[in-house]
């Protein structure tokens, strides 16, 4: 099964500063990679997602990640942070062979100060 | 815009009820999913469905079974609830193409006294 490490449960930024949140996952063969955000008592909600198209990935809300085969990571970055940032973010990977089937990594809290 | 919907915000029960968690999504989508999500944890898929009546283990199978009789329709069923299964339970359905995006409900915070 594959497997992702988010380094870092919390992370905390002054506003305006950069985000730098970082995946890595296990697998040799680079598979589709995801970041989604959760926002406090909300689901899940996708930032972006890498399909090979693409080495860096822009998503939503000024985030991007770069693709890294030779790193196996696929870290979030974000030039200036903002108050509405504060959230949980969350690393998926998908399985090798059934490509619908996600796994997640244990999460980053996400704090901004003013 | 997808919606998926969970029957409760908050579900309190005690130890060996019968639990039913129920998702349905609005969109039309082949494939659903049930994750516990857990502090440090991340999320962990337990259950998902690619079609009407088919579903398939995820990684914690354990203690719980799901049914989905049409296709909008995803329940999630603690057969014997237990304190261990204390946790937030997310639902979340996608298209059926490859990675397509999971789109989530916002969650069922299950409390087992």
């Known amino acids: 099964a594959q497997s992702v490490t988010q380094l870092g449960s919390h992370v905390s930024v002054s506003e305006g500063a950069l985000v730098l949140l970082r995946c890595n996952y296990s697998s040799s063969v680079p598979p589709y990679l995801f970041w989604y955000v959760q926002y406090p008592n909300q689901g899940l909600q996708l930032l972006l997602k890498?399909?090979?198209?693409?080495?860096l990935v822009k998503g939503i809300n000024g985030f991007e990640a770069e693709f890294k085969k030779s790193e196996t990571s696929f870290h979030l970055t974000k030039p200036s942070a903002h108050m509405s940032d504060a959230a949980e973010y969350f690393c998926a990977v998908s399985d090798l062979y059934n490509f619908n089937k996600f796994y997640f990594g244990s999460g980053t809290k996400l704090n901004v100060k003013p | 815009d997808v919606k998926v919907t969970q029957s409760s915000r908050y579900l309190v029960k005690r130890t060996g009820e019968k639990v039913f968690l129920e998702c349905v999504q609005d969109m039309d989508h082949e494939n659903m999913f049930w994750y516990r999500q857990d502090p440090g944890l991340g999320l962990r898929l337990i259950y998902f469905s690619y079609d009407v009546k088919m579903k398939e283990k995820g990684d914690i199978p354990e203690g719980y079974s799901v049914s989905r009789e049409k296709k909008e329709r995803f329940s999630l069923i603690l057969e014997s609830a237990s304190t261990n299964q204390t946790s937030m339970y997310l639902c979340a359905s996608s298209l059926g193409g490859e990675a397509d995006t999971q789109y989530f409900g916002p969650g069922t915070r299950l409390t087992v006294l």
């Open positions: 890498y399909t090979s198209a693409a080495t």
